[in-house]
């Protein structure tokens, strides 16, 4: 099976700031990584899908790259909204499995 | 406006069994595969099930394998999730979701119902 290591598990930025998170393959997974957005109390939220493409009606300030085994997530100007937890999932055939995610707080 | 509607949760007894619901609107059910992700209290994601389109093609995951059962009425637009020999462990909400194909091998899980909270505890 394949592992997603998500870092870092929580961080903590002002607003205005960019902040990236990682997320490792265990293998090379291609472009097959997506990321999500989990508000508190609610469902998690497609953000990206296939490393880079970014999901109708999401802001542009979050954006996705890599491929392989490496990728990373930017918020390039963090706003109050975007306290959440964000998890990468990769998808391949039929199974799926998600990082840990990444706790987002605003100083 | 798309809609994922989960039923079902609620206390169980290990051992016990449970069949969750996911009753769904403004899209055209049977066009899409669809999901079951569970959340454990204050942990990550974890994939339960998945089903194809048609009902024709499903997946389980390790986490459930054998004691759980994914099926959909296309007449009612509605998924299901039949839980036996529950666990502890399997406490946790439970997700409906969708995926934008109707095959199981497609990448990403566009909507997402808020979920039912199962318990397990004696």
């Known amino acids: 099976d394949i592992q997603m290591t998500q870092s870092p598990s929580s961080l903590s930025a002002s607003v205005g700031d960019s902040v990236t998170i990682t997320c490792q393959a265990s293998h090379d997974i291609k472009k097959y990584l997506n990321w999500y957005q989990q508000r508190p109390g609610k469902a998690p939220k497609l953000l990206i899908y296939?490393?880079?493409h970014l999901e109708r009606g999401v802001p542009s300030r979050f954006s996705g790259s890599g491929s392989g085994a490496h990728f990373s997530f930017t918020i390039s100007s963090l706003q109050p909204e975007d306290t959440a937890t964000y998890y990468c999932?990769?998808?391949?055939?039929?199974?799926?499995?998600f990082g840990q995610g990444t706790k987002v707080e605003i100083k | 406006e798309v809609q994922l509607v989960e039923s079902g949760g609620g206390l169980a007894q290990p051992g016990g069994s449970l069949r969750l619901s996911c009753s769904v609107s403004?899209?055209?059910?049977?066009?899409?595969?669809m999901h079951w992700v569970r959340q454990a209290p204050g942990r990550g994601l974890q994939s339960v099930a998945a089903i194809s389109n048609d009902g024709g093609s499903t997946y389980y995951a390790d986490s459930m394998r054998g004691r759980v059962t994914i099926s959909r009425d296309n007449s009612r637009s509605t998924l299901y999730l039949q839980m036996t020999s529950l666990r502890v462990e399997d406490t946790a909400v439970y997700h409906c979701v969708r995926v934008p194909d109707g095959g199981l091998a497609v990448g990403y899980f566009d909507y997402w119902g808020q979920g039912t909270l199962i318990t397990v505890s004696s």
């Open positions: 296939d490393a880079l």
């Open positions: 999932q990769h998808y391949d055939s039929f199974s799926n499995t």
């Open positions: 403004g899209f055209s059910f049977d066009h899409h595969a």
